[in-house]
C-alpha cells in the first residue's frame, strides 16, 4: 500500500512537470563535404611526390563471348527379356547387341564388315595371349 501512493504521488508530479515543459524536434548537420571536382583535387594534391594512376573498367567493352564445349548425348537401351530378330542379316552388329539384351543408339552404322573385323583382331590378340601364357597354365597334373 506504501508503494501504491508513492507510485500515484510520481504519477502526478510527473504529470505536472510535462504540462511545464515543451519539447521540440531539431535536426541539424554536423558535417557536410560536398564533392569537388577533379580540377580542383589535381590543383589541390597533384604536387611533387605524388603521382596519378589511371585504371581501366573496360566499361566501353560491349562484346561479350562464351566459351562452350558441345554436348554429348548417348543413347543406351536394355530389353529383358532378351529378344531379337535374325531377319536383317547384314546388321551382325545389332543382333550381337540385342542377344545380350543391351545396345546404343548409334549401332545403326555397323555392319557385318566393322563386326568381323573387330572380331579378327580380337582373336588375334587373343591368340597371341594363349601362346605366350597357356604353358604356364598348363604346368603341372590335371586333376581327375
Known sequence: ENNKKKNV?????????????????LSYVIYEC???PYEVYIKCYGRSNTQQVLVQTND?????????????????WTQCPISFSISDTDT?????YET???GTADMEGETSGSFEYRFLE????????IEKFGQTSLVGPLPE
Do not use: C, W
Open 9 to 25: 504521488k510520481r504519477k502526478k508530479r510527473s504529470d505536472y512537470l510535462l504540462d511545464m515543459i515543451k519539447l521540440d524536434r
Open 100 to 102: 545380350s539384351g543391351v
Open 34 to 36: 560536398p564533392p569537388i
Open 60 to 76: 566501353d567493352n560491349l562484346d561479350e563471348e562464351i566459351q562452350t564445349e558441345p554436348i554429348d548425348n548417348h543413347t543406351k
Open 92 to 96: 551382325i552388329g545389332r543382333l550381337k
Open 122 to 129: 580380337n582373336s588375334a590378340g587373343l591368340g597371341q595371349f
